[in-house]
């Protein structure tokens, strides 16, 4: 599977040229059943990076510490066939073939804010479904309050591991209430495309609010579990990290401020900009956290 961008960074108009395709995508979904549906909340007036931006620019350390690691090695991991183990307190648990686990989702179209905890952010079209359709397929018991979520490790496959940056395999976790959020994604593309390898094909998560770290890619467990699960971060450094990861512009990070942002991709006009509270999404989530404290929960 070749995944070839369509747009490059000779587009000035990038969003011009997306609206376009949106809508030729969404005509050929009305000619498909169970197509992409109705738009989602939140991405009205954002306009997204390009095709280029996305997927030339990431994080990946299995495939290495570098910004375009990913895009050079990313390729060697075989994402078909695919299977997810599912575990823990669950009515159905067991080894769930990528294309059974996802089929019957409704699939759509998200445009977010995507705020990496080094400051740098950009806003990515992804095409997935909600998290909480797959848990409800499922069947989570009553005393599940945590999800947790595992990267593939594939020395043979990836580069990156043999070096000890984290402790592998990635791993990550919401509290139960975040993970059956509808602003909570299983993204399985971008730009309407399948997932390209170094945005973590097949299929990753992807929780808006929360720095990108929590937006653990290629997953292939998923527990449901009774205590707070551990983190690849918080491991690595829990003064630095914590389990919740909000976006906070008012809580650094020890080593550097979080209240603003460069947004990648514009060339020498690269804007910085006020970094919202949870990214934006401030309306939506706020709630989850009524009566913590954010700055102890970090
Ligand atoms: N998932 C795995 N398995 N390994 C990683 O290194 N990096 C995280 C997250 N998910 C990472 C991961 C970080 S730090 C960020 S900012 C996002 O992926 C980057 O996602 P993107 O490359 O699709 O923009």
């Keep these: 599977m070749g995944y070839k961008p369509d747009l490059t960074r000779d587009d000035v108009t990038p969003k ?45 350390y299995e495939f290495g510490t570098g910004k375009e690691d990913p895009a050079k090695f ?22 769930y073939f990528y294309a059974d686990l996802t089929e019957g ?46 990267t593939a490790y594939r020395p043979e496959e990836m580069p990156g591991v043999k070096f000890p940056v984290v402790e592998w395999p990635y791993v990550e976790g919401l509290r139960l209430d975040e993970a059956m959020h509808p602003l909570t994604l299983m993204a399985t593309g971008i730009y309407g495309e399948p997932m390209p390898k170094q945005n973590g094909a097949p299929i990753r998560l992807v929780v808006p609010w929360k720095y990108g770290f929590k937006s653990i890619k290629s997953i292939v467990r998923i527990s449901l579990v009774e ?14 990290y914590g389990f919740y990861s909000n976006v906070n512009p008012n ?40 009566g913590m404290d954010l700055s102890e929960k970090f």
């Excluded at 390729?75 to 080894?95: F, K």
């Excluded at 650094?252 to 006020?274: L, N």
């Design 105 to 150: 989702m409704t699939t759509e179209e998200r445009i977010y804010r995507f705020r990496c905890v080094e400051a740098w952010s950009m806003v990515i079209p992804w095409n997935g479904f909600e998290l909480n359709q797959l848990l409800e397929k499922v069947g989570v018991q009553s005393g599940a309050k945590y999800v947790a979520f595992e």
């Design 74 to 95: 990313a390729h060697m991991l075989t994402t078909d066939p695919w299977s997810i183990e599912v575990d823990g307190l669950v009515d159905r648990p067991g080894t």
């Design 251 to 290: 809580v650094d990070h020890p080593r550097w401020s979080q209240a603003t942002e460069r947004v990648i991709g514009g060339g020498i006009f690269a804007a910085r900009k006020d970094t919202l509270m949870f990214n934006g999404y401030e309306d939506q989530v706020a709630s989850l956290y009524a």
């Design 227 to 240: 205590d707070e699960p551990p983190t690849t971060w918080n491991k690595a450094n829990a003064r630095e």
């Design 16 to 60: 011009a040229l997306y609206m376009n395709r949106r809508q030729i995508m969404a005509s050929a979904a009305g000619l498909m059943a169970g197509g992409i549906a109705a738009p989602a909340l939140a991405q009205n007036e954002l306009e997204p990076n390009t095709f280029e931006e996305i997927t030339n620019y990431n994080n990946y």
